[in-house]
């Protein structure tokens, strides 16, 4: 298995945050990788939607976990493979 991580350090709200990661449909606004993106309902586990990234294919996703301004991951079945992405937000002592 392949893992790859990346961080990001910010003195960026939390809520506010996570309020781009519920919006969906816009997270072509911040994240220049993403072509187009929705989700079919609300931010839930369980819910699915479609991520398109620039130069890719358009694939389908389900939330699989989701904690409330702090974390939450999607999978994406994809031939022979699956993607999972976790998305975490922690607090950082200064």
Known sequence: MKRIQHEEITQANAAK???LYQ??????????KVEESFLEGEFKTGSKGMLKPK???K???RL???RENEFFSDLT???FCKL??????N???L
């Open 23 to 32: 919006d969906v449909s816009n997270w072509k606004r911040w994240d220049h």
């Open 77 to 79: 079945r994809l031939p």
């Open 59 to 61: 694939t389908q996703f």
């Open 55 to 57: 130069g890719g294919p």
């Open 17 to 19: 945050l996570w309020k």
């Open 91 to 93: 607090r950082m002592k």
């Open 84 to 89: 999972e992405f976790k998305h975490e937000l």
């Open 64 to 66: 699989t976990e989701i």
